[in-house]
Every structure is written in C-alpha cells, then in structure tokens.
C-alpha cells in the first residue's frame, strides 16, 4: 500500500546561515550576487554549494572587463 501513495516533497530545516543567505539573494533580484559578494559576507563555498545543488538557489560563471583584464566570476 505504501508504494501507491503519493510522494509528499520533503520537508527542509534550514540554518540561520542558509537562511541569512537566501534572503541577500532574494533582495538582489535577478541579476543576483557576485561569489565574492557573498564570500565577503561571511558565507563558505560549500554552504553556498549546497544551496545550489538544492535547488534553492543557481549560479552561472560570467566574464567581467576590469580596466583591460578580463576575469571570470560566479553569480549565484
């Protein structure tokens, strides 16, 4: 019987960190944060990770000219 019940999604606990990190995305709008923004806040690399992989947030790699240079970040 329990095969034909529907799977209910899972519920998720998320940490006061996750939390603080979600809602500096969500007022950043679409054009979201630079890594480094979010580095500077105090997050790591794997919690803001995690959130990706969780689905509650994205990121993309962009390439940015500074002065003559071009360099590579992560927009989450």
Known sequence: MRALQPQ???ER???????RALEIL?????????????LGHGFRIDMLADLVGDGLATARR???????????????
């Open 8 to 10: 209910l999604p899972r």
């Open 62 to 76: 962009e390439t940015i000219r500074v002065d003559k240079r071009k360099i590579t970040i992560a927009r989450i």
């Open 13 to 19: 606990h998320l940490r006061a960190e996750q939390r």
């Open 26 to 38: 969500a007022a950043a709008g679409l054009h979201g944060c630079a890594g480094a923004t979010l």
